[in-house]
């Protein structure tokens, strides 16, 4: 008779539920830990404090959710979420001026991260093989006697240490995860790690927003542009009829929490649109502040002898400056990587499959690594940066791509699907884009020879 499969997954956040959801078609039971205690309704927690500021589930992401909880949408726009045409009714300021917006079928939802979990753990809850255990520490991992698989996990239930055995342990306990010690402890390698620190920090606050103010947009975004624009801004509405506000400075250019230096940061911005809003809005929240906000990359892929049933996702595995709104999308691809793993493979295959699966869960966040230190590496303060010729040529390709996205609608879609995932960055370079990337260069080179012969002419 085959024995129970069970797989523990450490941390009860996006990334942890999403692998609860999957991993309940393959084991016969599933136990989600979380140190936290779960809110009876969609409000903030202790252990997710970034959950007050924006949140832009991709539609890549979007699309995923939906397959694996069907009716997810329509539940979050009855709670409340907004959905929206990304294209239409997203007013972006590029630094070449306002992006070209029309209509599309692009539809995007906007609501708070805190009812998007809510929602989700509740599905989750209901699957019959899944078990939380929530006020619950994970203190290590366990072993077997030849040190070859990781078999369980040592918790720490009000100061009583028990032992839990699984056949799966994932590690979805976010930034802050300690595998790598635990590792170490066991006399396992530990992952190499890497950083990109553009040294940014976050202010936000929800508002109540104007009635009676007519504008023509639900979202705006204004993006930093380093080095020489290291602050931005953001309003996204959320359920209830409010919006979540949020400042952001680069190169340690961190914005104010109290009342005045909010609001003069906010006039900084290259439009006064945000500050206009602040100003007519009625404030519910205090003003947060988040830092902390690195890009960080754990290579377990890359590990020689990595232990044997135990896999790193989320947070725990790559960290992403979430001005770029990626990391849970790269949640949701992650679930479907681990959902075709365990279509072929049974449980049992880890003993040999562990690399294979952690090196399949590495290509989810590659594409979205690339970007996120691509663009960070444009701010001054990252240290020890060596920018490839390939980020060079990146980054000067995207400023020379702005322009086309202020005049070409057409060109503004490609831009927004390749940045929601939709599609990979190489539609960017599509021909019908690239010969106005290149026409906007002959433009500015005419332009800089008719500067130049104007001031050799008045030299005589």
């Known amino acids: 008779m085959q024995s129970e499969t069970h797989t523990v997954i450490v941390g009860g956040s996006l990334a942890g539920l999403l692998m609860g959801r999957v991993l309940a078609n393959h084991c016969d039971r599933v136990t989600i830990i979380e140190r936290d205690a779960y809110p009876d309704q969609p409000t903030p927690r202790k252990g997710v404090p970034h959950s007050r500021f924006p949140h832009t589930l991709m539609l890549k992401g979007q699309q995923i959710l939906e397959a694996l909880f069907p009716g997810l949408k329509a539940e979050l726009i009855s709670a409340g979420a907004i959905e929206l045409d990304s294209l239409n009714d997203l007013a972006f300021l590029t630094p070449a001026g306002w992006a070209a917006r029309s209509s599309s079928n692009l539809m995007l939802l906007s609501c708070s991260r805190d009812l998007l979990d809510w929602c989700i753990r509740r599905r989750v809850a209901q699957l019959p093989n899944v078990q939380f255990l929530t006020q619950t520490t ?68 929800i508002y109540q927003h104007p009635l009676e103010w007519s504008v023509d947009w639900q979202m705006m975004f204004m993006p930093a542009a380093p080095p020489q624009q290291h602050r931005g801004g953001a309003i996204f509405p959320i359920e209830g009829d409010r919006w979540i506000i949020s400042l952001a400075g680069g190169d340690r250019d961190y914005p104010p929490t109290d009342e005045a230096g909010f609001i003069a940061f906010a006039r900084t911005l290259p439009s006064s649109t945000i500050a206009d809003a602040i100003e007519r809005s009625t404030p519910l929240t205090p003003i947060y502040a988040y830092y902390g906000n690195e890009n960080r990359l754990r290579q377990y892929d890359r590990l020689s002898h990595l232990p044997a049933h135990l896999i790193v996702v989320g947070h725990a595995a790559c960290s992403l400056n979430p001005t770029y709104g990626q990391a849970m999308t790269v949640a949701a691809l992650e679930a479907t990587i681990v959902d075709r793993f365990f279509q072929q493979y049974p449980v049992e295959a880890l003993d040999t499959q562990t690399p294979h699966l952690q090196k399949q869960l590495a290509k989810a966040h590659q594409e979205a690594w690339s970007a996120a230190t691509g663009m960070d590496y444009r701010y001054e303060s990252v240290p020890g940066k060596s920018i490839s010729a390939v980020t060079q040529f990146v980054n000067w390709y995207w400023e020379q791509l702005m322009t086309v996205v202020v005049e070409d609608a057409t060109a503004c879609r490609t831009f927004l699907e390749v940045l929601h995932l939709l599609k990979p960055s190489i539609a960017l370079f599509h021909p019908s884009i690239l010969i106005q990337v290149l026409v906007h260069l002959f433009k500015q080179y005419g332009q800089l020879l008719r500067v130049h012969s104007e001031s050799k002419l008045s030299a005589h």
Request: charged share 20%; aromatic share 8%.
């Open 138 to 205: 994970v203190a290590g991992l366990l072993t077997d006697a030849d040190h070859t698989k990781i078999t369980g996990v040592l918790l720490d239930q009000n100061e009583a240490m028990n032992e839990l055995y699984a056949d799966l342990i994932v590690d979805a306990s976010g930034k802050a995860s300690h595998t790598p010690n635990w590792l170490r402890t066991l006399g396992y390698e530990a992952p190499s790690e890497i950083e990109v620190n553009a040294f940014v920090g976050y202010v936000a606050r």
